[in-house]
């Protein structure tokens, strides 16, 4: 069973920069596809960035040039750093892995970025 716990997140001022961490286990990290996504209160999960297992990348336009995802296959583990935060950015971030459409998707826990102005 496919586990995945984030870190990283807390608060910080317009214009700074968050790393998180979002550590696999319970399967082969390198055959899945790895995404996070953000949901603010009252609002829907967007997808923010996803990274595949040959590390193609893709992004959500309202993240673009501000944030980057990464993975480390060695370490299990997929990063987002995010830089140059606004406000807008506040919300809960989730760690998604993936095998293809078909697979039934796994989710962490979440963890909250807080951006203040």
């Known amino acids: 069973q496919v586990q995945l716990v984030e870190s990283g997140g807390g608060l910080v001022q317009t214009g700074g920069s968050l790393r998180l961490s979002c550590v696999f286990s319970g399967s082969i990290f390198s055959a899945y596809i790895m995404g996070w996504y953000r949901q603010a ?3 829907e999960r967007d997808l923010v960035a996803e990274i595949t297992s040959g590390g193609r990348t893709n992004y959500a336009d309202f ?3 501000r944030f980057t995802i990464s993975r480390d296959n060695a370490e299990n583990t997929v990063y987002l750093q995010m830089n140059s935060l606004k406000p807008e950015d506040t919300a809960v971030y989730y760690c998604k892995g993936f095998i293809d459409a078909f697979d039934r998707p796994s989710w962490g826990q979440g963890t909250q970025v807080t951006v203040s102005s």
Request: charged fraction near 35%; charge should be positive; avoid cysteine.
């Open 41 to 43: 209160p009252g609002k």
């Open 63 to 65: 993240v673009k040039g």
